[in-house]
């Protein structure tokens, strides 16, 4: 399994990014995928993530309501549309698919990860 993670950058205080994630390499309906971030002396946190279907998503209470995340199945792609975004957004975001059906906030529930792609927010 592969997964190609792009669309960081550098944006200002309040722009928006959308972040791409391309996978390959097992069946793509039919498995979970996350976002997770990496602030720089922080440790990894919980994004979002949506079910294998796309129909269920959840969001960390930090970037509720400013970030979305969609599943595209028939381009094997993940999305994380990033609006209204902050210096504290700053952060290495990676994707990562899951087979299990529950616990999506864990990054134990995932099983394949992709490189990373860095946000940085200025204020």
């Known amino acids: 399994v592969q997964l190609q993670a792009s669309g960081g950058g550098l944006v200002h205080g309040g722009g928006s990014l959308r972040l791409s994630c391309a996978s390959s390499?097992?069946?793509?309906?039919?498995?979970?995928m996350g976002w997770f971030r990496q602030a720089p002396g922080k440790e990894r946190e919980f994004v979002a993530s949506?079910?294998?279907?796309?129909?269920?998503?959840k969001y960390a209470d930090s970037v509720k309501g400013r970030f979305t995340i969609s599943k595209h199945n028939a381009n094997n792609t993940v999305y994380l549309q990033m609006n209204s975004l902050k210096p504290e957004d700053t952060a290495v975001y990676s994707c990562?698919?899951?087979?299990?059906?529950?616990?999506?906030?864990?990054?134990?529930?995932?099983?394949?990860w992709g490189q990373g792609t860095l946000v940085t927010v200025s204020s």
């Open positions: 990562a698919t899951s087979p299990v059906r529950t616990r999506y906030t864990l990054a134990t529930s995932y099983d394949y």
């Open positions: 390499g097992r069946g793509f309906n039919y498995y979970a």
């Open positions: 949506i079910s294998a279907s796309g129909t269920n998503t």
